[in-house]
T-cell receptor, first 116, second 115 residues
């Protein structure tokens, strides 16, 4: 069965500094996708970044990058140059299989607070 | 673009009442899902659908029914509301294609309270 573990319930970071949010996963499937979503206090879910299990390079999307270590089954999110607007809940999620079946498993999330 | 639209945004029910949460998407996505989010937790899959006429159970299906008569709509029915169903409900859709990255698009959520 799929499982996502986010071990940091809360994190604090100073504005303009970088922060790493941890995510480990467990799956027996060789083909899977890993996603990070941001949930601000307003409640919506915002897609941030994706990493495929067969991707050889770490994914990057602007200030977001994913530190993918397949052997360790970890997919940590790195946010560079934190901004006050980055304060939110962040979820790591996984989807098994090459095709999208609409089924994702989510971790319990990490609340990030950016201090001015 | 409307994307994924959920109605209502807020709802209070009495124990034992039934209701339907509506979800509609205008992106012609094949896949649709319902999740619930309890305080301080991640999203848990209730039911999902891979196309019109096809639905299946997720991790926490008890007390909920779904149907998918059209590609656009995926309503979630609470049969007899219980306080344990107090939660925020999210509907999501995604496309079936061969691109490796197919993120889910989420609705704004429905905050349901059962008293």
């Amino acid at each position: 069965a799929q499982k996502i573990t986010q071990t940091q319930p809360g994190m604090f970071v100073q504005e303009k500094e970088a922060v790493t949010l941890d995510c480990t996963y467990d799956t027996s499937d060789q083909s899977y996708g890993l996603f990070w979503y941001k949930q601000p206090s307003s409640g919506e879910m915002i897609f941030l970044i994706y990493q495929g299990s067969y991707d050889e390079q770490n994914a990057t999307e602007g200030r977001y990058s994913l530190n993918f270590q397949k052997a360790r089954k970890s997919a940590n999110l790195v946010i560079s140059a934190s901004q006050l607007g980055d304060s939110a809940m962040y979820f790591c999620a996984m989807r098994e299989g090459r095709t999208n079946a609409g089924k994702s498993t989510f971790g319990d999330g990490t609340t990030l607070t950016v201090k001015p | 673009n409307a994307g994924v639209t959920q109605t209502p945004k807020f709802q209070v029910l009495k124990t034992g009442q039934s209701m339907t949460l509506q979800c509609a998407q205008d992106m012609n996505h094949e896949y649709m899902s319902w999740y619930r989010q309890d305080p301080g937790m991640g999203l848990r899959l209730i039911h999902y659908s891979v196309g019109a006429g096809i639905t299946d159970q997720g991790e926490v299906p008890n007390g909920y029914n779904v149907s998918r008569s059209t590609t656009e709509d995926f309503p979630l029915r609470l049969l007899s509301a219980a306080p344990s169903q107090t939660s925020v409900y999210f509907c999501a859709s995604s496309s079936r294609n061969d691109r490796p990255r197919t993120e889910a698009f989420f609705g704004q959520g429905t905050r349901l309270t059962v008293v």
